[in-house]
Protein backbone atom coordinates (compact mmCIF):
# COMPACT_ATOMS: atom_id res chain seq x y z
CA UNK A 1 0.00 0.00 0.00
CA UNK A 2 2.59 2.00 0.82
CA UNK A 3 4.64 1.57 -2.28
CA UNK A 4 1.40 2.47 -4.32
CA UNK A 5 0.44 5.58 -2.33
CA UNK A 6 4.18 7.04 -3.22
CA UNK A 7 3.52 6.50 -6.83
CA UNK A 8 -0.03 8.48 -6.57
CA UNK A 9 1.93 11.45 -7.28
CA UNK A 10 3.47 10.53 -10.23
CA UNK A 11 -0.15 9.59 -11.76
CA UNK A 12 -0.96 12.67 -11.12
CA UNK A 13 0.18 14.43 -14.50
CA UNK A 14 -1.28 11.11 -16.22
CA UNK A 15 -5.25 11.85 -14.86
CA UNK A 16 -4.24 15.87 -15.41
CA UNK A 17 -4.21 14.38 -19.08
CA UNK A 18 -6.82 12.02 -19.02
CA UNK A 19 -9.40 14.28 -17.35
CA UNK A 20 -10.40 12.00 -14.57
CA UNK A 21 -9.12 10.13 -11.81
CA UNK A 22 -10.16 6.78 -12.97
CA UNK A 23 -6.94 6.03 -13.81
CA UNK A 24 -6.24 6.02 -9.97
CA UNK A 25 -8.73 3.73 -9.54
CA UNK A 26 -7.58 1.37 -12.24
CA UNK A 27 -3.85 1.95 -10.92
CA UNK A 28 -5.02 0.53 -7.18
CA UNK A 29 -7.42 -2.05 -8.32
CA UNK A 30 -4.15 -3.76 -10.22
CA UNK A 31 -1.94 -2.85 -6.98
CA UNK A 32 -3.56 -3.14 -4.62
CA UNK A 33 -6.85 -5.06 -4.86
CA UNK A 34 -5.82 -8.04 -7.18
CA UNK A 35 -3.35 -8.90 -5.10
CA UNK A 36 -4.74 -9.78 -2.25
CA UNK A 37 -7.46 -11.00 -3.27
CA UNK A 38 -5.34 -13.49 -5.11
CA UNK A 39 -3.38 -13.89 -2.30
CA UNK A 40 -6.56 -15.03 0.24
CA UNK A 41 -7.52 -17.47 -3.08
CA UNK A 42 -3.90 -18.87 -2.77
CA UNK A 43 -3.87 -18.75 0.79
CA UNK A 44 -7.19 -21.18 1.16
CA UNK A 45 -5.97 -23.51 -1.18
CA UNK A 46 -2.44 -24.12 -0.27
CA UNK A 47 -3.63 -24.04 3.52
CA UNK A 48 -5.99 -26.89 1.81
CA UNK A 49 -3.40 -28.84 0.49
CA UNK A 50 -1.47 -28.67 3.85
CA UNK A 51 -4.07 -30.05 5.88
CA UNK A 52 -5.50 -32.66 3.43
CA UNK A 53 -3.13 -35.10 4.96
CA UNK A 54 -4.43 -34.53 8.65
CA UNK A 55 -7.42 -34.86 7.65
CA UNK A 56 -8.05 -37.68 4.65
CA UNK A 57 -9.19 -39.92 7.78
CA UNK A 58 -12.59 -37.88 7.73
CA UNK A 59 -12.59 -35.65 10.56
CA UNK A 60 -12.08 -32.36 9.03
CA UNK A 61 -11.37 -29.05 10.69
CA UNK A 62 -11.48 -27.04 7.47
CA UNK A 63 -15.09 -26.65 6.77
CA UNK A 64 -16.10 -25.13 3.55
CA UNK A 65 -17.72 -21.91 5.90
CA UNK A 66 -14.07 -21.77 7.05
CA UNK A 67 -13.01 -20.89 3.77
CA UNK A 68 -15.67 -18.76 2.64
CA UNK A 69 -15.45 -16.57 5.83
CA UNK A 70 -11.29 -16.65 4.98
CA UNK A 71 -12.21 -15.58 1.75
CA UNK A 72 -14.49 -13.13 2.26
CA UNK A 73 -12.52 -11.38 5.12
CA UNK A 74 -9.44 -11.41 2.86
CA UNK A 75 -11.53 -9.83 0.20
CA UNK A 76 -13.28 -7.01 2.58
CA UNK A 77 -9.74 -5.97 3.47
CA UNK A 78 -8.77 -5.57 -0.19
CA UNK A 79 -11.64 -3.62 -1.32
CA UNK A 80 -10.91 -1.60 1.82
CA UNK A 81 -7.31 -0.96 0.65
CA UNK A 82 -8.24 -0.60 -2.77
CA UNK A 83 -10.89 2.53 -1.55
CA UNK A 84 -8.65 4.13 0.86
CA UNK A 85 -5.55 3.81 -1.66
CA UNK A 86 -7.49 5.46 -4.45
CA UNK A 87 -8.66 7.88 -2.12
CA UNK A 88 -5.76 8.87 -1.19
CA UNK A 89 -3.95 8.86 -4.70
CA UNK A 90 -6.44 11.19 -5.97
CA UNK A 91 -6.32 13.65 -2.62
CA UNK A 92 -2.38 13.67 -3.62
CA UNK A 93 -2.85 14.58 -7.43
CA UNK A 94 -5.11 17.53 -6.68
CA UNK A 95 -2.73 18.69 -4.65
CA UNK A 96 -0.26 18.21 -7.53
CA UNK A 97 1.14 21.37 -9.34
CA UNK A 98 3.80 21.42 -12.23
CA UNK A 99 7.10 22.54 -11.71
CA UNK A 100 9.24 23.55 -14.50
CA UNK A 101 13.40 23.93 -14.18
CA UNK A 102 13.27 20.12 -13.12
Same mark, same amino acid.
Request: charged letters at 10%; a positive charge; one cysteine or more.
Given at each position: ?36 ? #? !? %?? +?????? $?? @? ?8 ? =? ?5 ? #? !? %?? +?????? $?? @? ?8 ? =? ?13
Amino acid at each position: MSEFLRNGRALAPVAGLAGNHRVHWSTAAVGILAPLT #L !A %GV +AGCTIG $VW @LAFPKTSGGA =SYITGGL #L !A %GC +AAAVTV $VG @LVAWVWGAAV =SVRQAARWRPRGGE
